[in-house]
């Protein structure tokens, strides 16, 4: 049991010509029997890390995974991979438990996922002590840490495991831990001597883009109209919000559903089910939904509120992209988001480290520079140059001398005692003539009106600006009355200027956001925009056939490579990465038939595809046409055929070269290119034979003698 047992897997079970960054080492680790800790974002491929080990140890690897939903998907992975795996947990019916313990006796299962509260029952760790476990792999390991942004009491049980099983090593992988939550993660699994894997948390395929709630129904309505055909998750804060955006997608004719807690469970399986197997394209859903979602083909993420924290929102984004093509992110960020959400972190058990990291989010959202950077800095990571793949790199932002309208607001807050709320304090600014105000007598204060030049939603988003500067504070006791803070004081009084970025350039970024086309299907050439779109719809009857999710026919990324690669036959479509051996003995004929077809019909267009004359040539030959027909078909000449099929058989193609050419006729010009060599020109084997061999027999003739003797390398050129 070598790394290199482990890269014949790679390629052979999941069809992957290498590792990607720092798998090789982890696996190494775990082969060696080492415990591990692996920190790795989102779609950098931790999955492997255990899978990978467990097809070439002996012995059965145990997967402690947090939801039924995220099993029972990994599980139909990896057995449309070839795979024995099974998992263990209260979706199954009685007889399926049985069987599936019977098979684990019997040793003819690999990979086995079990929940936290499964695996720690002592009867189960009774059956384990028989099942000849090798590895336990934790998966969204930060679950154990009261630390982490996804604490999950159940997780906290596992702390037995080492010592019920103190030699049998461990594998811990998270895609979001602090420092703080990696010591903790190390400290309840009582792995002492783990070796620890840090991955770089960039996703450098996501394009990260904050945008305004100004209108944010309509740009997410324009955004997802530019990508009908691709799958997104736009997250909201409450249920009402995902039943009302989910509303206002389907009425424009949108094909979308929604997920939140206060569905009935049967509701929320179904949501989630239709999105998984592409029935439907886009969930609007709480923070509830996606733990349990290892849809590769996400091509986008939309938050329709601001995030408590970076942790989750990094996680969140981290559904977008898996395959590693370019997706895309959007998030919404409104005033009203910040005062609700310093509400809930004031009100929670730990207020202090909730608001710091609000804090951060702010931070990230009001970014003047690279978000990027922002982002990857609060997880420890050091960058040193800008990403070129956020709105902030894309349109850097322009400043404007906000002092004046700073000074109207704080005036407003002044005068009225600093007892007002937002909604209030934006009406007496612009002058309202609402009861509520009146009876208050604010409109004999000085400042009644002297905003009534901008409009509702702009003062919503300059108070945005100035609570996130430190002008003006939310006493959420006191009904959310804002307070003048000393920074605030200090420019009421002139003594200091504020710069506040300029509504025209978030208003002309948010149009830029919503309304660009696709970053994947962008990068596609016409040609191959068509045949992706072909492939993804075999795709989709296949997985529908099947019952399984369209990803685990082929990814996106794997069929992006089929439409620009345009394999068409066994040995190039190998070369695919994502076909393993056996997705290519399930799949691969299918789709090299897709593609066929499809080169054929430009090519009967008038429309050549550069590459692909000589695979137009075999698909006839495949029908069983002459080549004759094949040339008329082709508008080519009968020679230009001959010349194909001769290239072509060389290449190891599959072609009978004895319809061409009678075995006799093929002996003889072997024997004399065995006796004299291959000539450099066709023309002076043609008059060897004075001529009795056509140059289409001779041609095929060389091509035979090629083939069958290169290996040995005795062909000799004369």
Known sequence: MTIDNVRQSLKHTFGFDSFRPMQEEIIQA????????????????????????????????????????????????????????????????????????????????????????????????????????????IDEAHCISQWGHDFRPGYTQLRTLKESFPDIPIIALT??????????????????????????????????????????????????????????????????????????????????????????????????????????????????????????????????????????????????????????????????????????????????????????????????????????????????????????????????????????????????????????????????????LMNHGYNTIKTYGAGNHISPEDWQEYLLQMLNVGLIDVAYDQHHALKITAAGARVLKGEEKVRFVSLAYIEERAVSASSKESKTSSKRKDAEEVLFDMLRDLRFSLAKKANIPPYHVFTDKTLDEMARDMPTNEEKMKKVSGVGDKKFASYGKLFIDEITKFIQEKDKAGEKIQGTTQDITYAYYRQGMPVGIIAKERNLKSMTIYGHLADLYEKGYDINIHDFIDKRDLKKICENLKEKGVPQKLKSLHERFNGTFDYDKLRLAVAYYRRENMKQGVIEYK
Not at 38 to 48: I, R
Not at 71 to 84: R, S
Not at 203 to 217: D, E, G, H, S, Y
Not at 222 to 249: D, M, P
């Open 175 to 436: 895609a979001t831990a602090d420092k703080t939550t990696r010591k903790d993660i190390l400290a309840q699994l009582k792995l002492k001597d783990a070796k620890v894997f840090i991955s770089s948390f960039d996703r450098p395929n996501l394009a990260l883009n904050v945008l305004p709630a100004k209108k944010r129904i309509d740009r997410i309505i324009t955004f997802v109209k530019k990508r009908k055909n691709e799958s997104g998750i736009i997250y909201c804060l409450s249920r009402n919000q995902t039943e009302k955006v989910a509303t206002a997608l389907i009425q424009e004719g949108l094909n979308a559903g929604y997920y939140h807690a206060g569905m009935q469970s049967h509701e929320r399986e179904k949501a989630q089910d239709d999105f998984i197997h592409g029935r439907t394209n886009i969930v609007v859903a709480t923070v509830a939904f996606g733990m349990g979602i290892d849809k590769s083909n996400v091509r986008y993420v939309i938050h329709h509120n601001l995030p408590k924290n970076l942790e989750g929102y990094y996680q969140e984004i981290g559904r977008a992209g898996r395959d590693g093509l370019p997706s895309e992110t959007l998030l919404f960020y409104s005033l009203a988001d910040v005062v609700l959400l310093k509400r809930f972190a004031t009100e929670s058990g730990q207020p202090h480290l909730q608001l710091a990291k609000l804090d951060r989010m702010k931070q990230f959202a009001d970014a003047l520079i690279c978000r990027r950077r922002i982002l990857l800095s609060y997880f420890g990571e050091e960058v040193t140059s800008d990403c070129n793949n956020c709105d902030v790199c894309e349109n850097p932002p322009e400043l404007i001398d906000g002092t004046e309208l700073a000074q109207i607001a704080l005036s407003g807050i002044a005068r009225t005692d600093q007892d007002v709320a937002i909604g209030m304090l934006i009406d007496i600014l612009r002058g309202s003539a609402k009861q509520d």
């Open 30 to 137: 775990v082969i060696e029997k080492k415990d591990v800790l692996v920190l790795m974002p989102t779609g950098g491929g931790k999955s492997l890390c255990y899978q990978l080990p467990a097809l070439v140890m002996e012995g059965l690897t145990v997967v402690v995974s947090p939801l039924i939903a995220l099993m029972k998907d990994q599980v139909e992975g990896l057995v449309a991979n070839g795979i024995k795996a099974a998992f263990l947990n209260s979706s199954l019916e009685l007889d399926e438990h049985q069987d599936i313990k019977e098979q684990l006796e019997r040793g003819d299962i690999d990979i086995l996922y079990v929940s936290p509260e499964k695996l720690i029952t002592p009867s189960f760790q009774y059956s384990l002590k028989k099942w000849n476990v090798q590895l336990f792999a």
